[in-house]
């Protein structure tokens, strides 16, 4: 009933659920890729063509961040008849015994026809793999044959078993009250009628209305759609465990139960919210360290005048450094997003850098990270004092030649992210 309520309030709200549909008769339906819904929106799993009378469903959801035999009543009910040889008429108490015996067997004889109909119909119900629209048609057809409304099916057929208990009981009274030769001219129908009654009282036959009642009202379509609660996408995705399982209780007993046994997952994904991931990577950078000497000019040309000459004395021209970043971005797709880096850095005899940037995240749970942008951090350069592959005849002051300079320089990076 809380289910219901709440449901009721978020149709008269105007809020949109996304439904994630099923059908149990359909197994490809089961095949389906995982759909994708809007971060903050309602979600919810159907079961189509589910069967309430055999089946019972559970649906648990976690946010992280996939013809037989007619059963023995059936045959209880549809008694088959055999012509029966009707008494004389010789007497007032002859006319009154055969007069009874046939009303009974008249009304016998629609309880036959009304179970006939019930028969079908209850058969589908309890019968597995019937569709809704197989049973719909089936109860559309016992209502139009009985020639009643589906609001007054059980106190019509209620009516049909409480004037066969009448005849029957008219009968007996008026063969108990005859004398012994009207008995013994109509003991084979006392014995017959009997025996039909106590089949009848054997297959719990007035208890034929409340089951038919219960199966007429239990046919309609909101029943044979299991619904699941609608809960609220928060996270990166819902991962929902689906279980429908056989009935067991005393009508199954009677009828036939349900066969199957169905365990599935099914995953939603969700988009639509601003996210912050980390990474941790490998980068390459121009923002390295400048490394100078100066050399002694009679070690180059003993012509040259004397004095030292400047020159820069770096290996490379980048390097490959280790690197941890953050992203922020809007997850607008569940494999293919760019946000916005930040982090830092660290080369090999260097101090660490700052790094931000562009970020194209490839994944779902496991993501790839290209990354673009620019690293910032102090690294060695000439002295102002100096200039590149210049000559001096003495250099300008003592000690190193190079200062350190906050520099910004390109870099490029791939990262990983696993949760």
């Not at 009250?177 to 719990?204: G, M, P």
């Not at 100096?386 to 300079?405: C, Q």
Request: charged share 20%.
């Amino acid at each position: 009933m809380l289910k219901i309520t709440l449901i009721l309030i978020l149709i008269a709200l105007n809020v949109e659920i996304k439904s994630q549909t099923f059908d149990l008769l359909d197994s490809n339906s089961f095949e389906k890729y995982k759909t994708t819904v809007k971060y903050n929106k309602l979600v919810r799993i159907k079961l189509k063509n589910f069967n309430p009378f055999l089946y019972k469903a559970e649906v648990k959801v976690s946010q992280n961040s996939f013809n037989t035999e007619a059963p023995a009543l059936f045959k209880k009910h549809l008694i088959d008849l055999t012509s029966l040889p009707l008494g004389g008429t010789q007497s007032d108490e002859d006319n009154i015994l055969n007069n009874n015996y046939k009303s009974f067997m008249e009304k016998y004889n629609a309880y036959l026809d009304r179970t006939k109909l019930y028969r079908n119909l209850i058969y589908l119900v309890y019968t597995d793999g019937k569709s809704f629209d197989e049973i719909k048609r089936e109860k559309d057809q016992y209502i139009i044959q009985g020639g009643y409304s589906e609001e007054t099916v059980r106190d019509n057929t209620l009516n049909v078993v409480y004037d066969l208990i009448k005849k029957y009981d008219e009968f007996m009274s008026a063969y108990n009250l005859s004398v012994d030769s009207v008995k013994k001219a109509h003991l084979t129908q006392a014995t017959e009628i009997t025996s039909y009654k106590k089949k009848l009282d054997d297959a719990d036959f007035q208890d034929l209305p409340n089951d038919l009642g219960r199966v007429i009202e239990g046919i309609d379509e909101n029943n044979f759609i299991f619904t699941s609660s609608p809960v609220i996408a928060k996270k990166d995705e819902l991962d929902y465990t689906i279980s429908v399982k056989p009935i067991s209780d005393e009508n199954t007993k009677k009828f036939g139960t349900g066969s199957r046994n169905l365990d599935f997952n099914y995953q939603v994904n969700i988009t639509g919210m601003w996210k912050i991931d980390f990474s941790t990577g490998v980068f390459l950078t121009s923002l390295i360290n400048h490394d100078y000497i100066s050399i002694d000019s009679s070690k180059i040309d003993t012509t040259y005048t004397k004095g030292v000459w400047v020159v820069e004395n770096t290996a490379n021209k980048s390097q490959i450094g280790l690197m941890a970043l953050a992203h922020i971005y809007y997850k607008c797709n569940t494999y293919l997003n760019v946000g916005l880096n930040f982090g830092v850095g660290v080369v090999q005899n260097q101090n660490g850098c700052l790094l931000y940037g562009i970020s194209l995240l490839a994944g779902n749970k496991q993501r790839f990270i290209f990354n673009v942008g620019r690293a910032v951090g102090p690294v060695n350069r000439l002295s102002p004092q100096l200039t590149p592959n210049g000559f001096y005849k003495a250099l300008p002051f003592s000690g190193s030649l190079t200062v350190k300079e906050t520099q910004n320089e390109l870099y490029f990076g791939i990262s990983y992210n696993l949760f």
